[in-house]
T-cell receptor
Framework: DAGVIQSPRHEVTEMGQEVTLRCKPISGHDYLFWYRQTMMRGLELLIYFNNNVPIDDSGMPEDRFSAKMPNASFSTLKIQPSEPRDSAVYFC??????????????FGDGTRLSIL | AQRVTQPEKLLSVFKGAPVELKCNYSYSGSPELFWYVQYSRQRLQLLLRHISRESIKGFTADLNKGETSFHLKKPFAQEEDSAMYYCAPEEGGSEKLVFGKGTKLTVNP
């Protein structure tokens, strides 16, 4: 089991460019989470999906960020246009069920994003 | 909103010594509580969860509702315990976890 798969592992691009991060959750997991990790703010939840439907996007910093989950096996996080302050490590995680049913979140390796 | 405080960014102990990683949270209800760990070159993963009352790799976590604390403890630290540890309480009544900024534990030989 490869677990949660994220791509790319590293991305370096110039400000103003569109950035697309990809995530393949563990098969059978109904919940998918996108997090951002920075030195200043730590690990923050951006958005999460349940059965492909966005449930809470209150952590998305601004309209430049968007996330989609077109099917149960794929999600994208898009930044357009990108800015240097978006530089961070972005994690995707999936879970087979809700927190209160004792289900852990399984994390991917993350995408290290650098906006120049 | 839930706030999490892990007061020590760095913690260094010697092998065989007891270790305690502190965590305080703000939500005064009954949130689900978790500790996650990231070993070098590995993914962030669940270490233990309060609801299971479990001991994993010799670690236990004590909930003190009055102090809203969920400290992680191990009586005898091992070198392989060196890692980043994150306390993660639930955002009250939601599916969201709020992660602390983490404590980097180093266990010296």
């Amino acid at each position: 089991d490869a677990g949660v798969i994220q791509s790319p592992r590293h991305e370096v691009t110039e400000m103003g460019q569109e950035v697309t991060l990809r995530c393949k959750p563990i098969s059978g997991h109904d919940y998918l989470f996108w997090y951002r990790q920075t030195m200043m703010r730590g690990l923050e939840l951006l958005i999460y999906f349940n059965n492909n439907v966005p449930i809470d996007d209150s952590g998305m910093p601004e309209d430049r960020f968007s996330a989609k989950m077109p099917n149960a096996s794929f999600s994208t996080l898009k930044i357009q246009p990108s800015e240097p302050r978006d530089s961070a490590v972005y994690f995707c995680a999936s879970s087979p069920g809700p927190l209160r049913s004792n289900q852990p979140q399984h994390f991917g390796d993350g995408t290290r994003l650098s906006i120049l | 909103a839930q706030r999490v405080t892990q007061p020590e960014k760095l913690l260094s102990v010697f092998k065989g010594a007891p270790v305690e990683l502190k965590c305080n949270y703000s939500y005064s209800g009954s949130p689900e509580l978790f500790w996650y760990v990231q070993y070098s070159r590995q993914r962030l993963q669940l270490l233990l969860r309060h609801i299971s009352r479990e001991s994993i790799k010799g670690f236990t976590a004590d909930l003190n509702k009055g102090e809203t604390s969920f400290h992680l403890k191990k009586p005898f630290a091992q070198e392989e315990d060196s890692a980043m540890y994150y306390c993660a309480p639930e955002e009250g009544g939601s599916e969201k976890l709020v992660f602390g900024k983490g404590t980097k534990l180093t266990v010296n030989p």
